[in-house]
Nanobody
Framework: EVQLQASGGGLVQAGGSLRLSCAAS????????IGWFRQAPGKEREGVSCIRNSDGTTYYADSVKGRFTISSSNAANTVYLQMNSLKPEDTAVYYC??????????????????WGQGTQVTVSS
């Protein structure tokens, strides 16, 4: 059974931080890159960041470079997204997804093979 379980969302003031977690099934974690996407009301789902666990290659959207950091724990089959210096425009539902490892750049929602449930991130001004 494919499992991707996202957690860690919440309400934070602008300038604050949150850490999202995505726990993945073992074969998903080993065979795919794990990406984070977000979707704000009325907008398309966009790729935020991705990590290819086989070689550690990462991808960041320009809008989050320097503020967000993606990492992974092989022992826990979990990918983390540390989000610092949050802005109101970061407000969205964040989803993690399994992405074929050759398709992490650019990161598009159409590239995802499996999706986890979303977690809401709200940044107040």
């Amino acid at each position: 059974e494919v499992q991707l379980q996202a957690s860690g969302g919440g309400l934070v003031q602008a300038g604050g931080s949150l850490r999202l977690s995505c726990a993945a099934s073992g074969y998903i974690f080993d065979g795919y890159a794990i990406g984070w996407f977000r979707q704000a009301p009325g907008k398309e789902r966009e790729g935020v960041s991705c990590i290819r666990n086989s070689d550690g290659t990462t991808y960041y959207a320009d809008s989050v470079k320097g503020r967000f950091t993606i990492s992974s724990s092989n022992a826990a089959n979990t990918v983390y997204l540390q989000m610092n210096s949050l802005k109101p425009e970061d407000t969205a539902v964040y989803y993690c997804a399994a992405v074929p490892p050759e398709l992490i750049h650019p990161l598009a929602a159409t590239h995802a093979s499996y999706w986890g449930q979303g977690t809401q991130v709200t940044v107040s001004s």
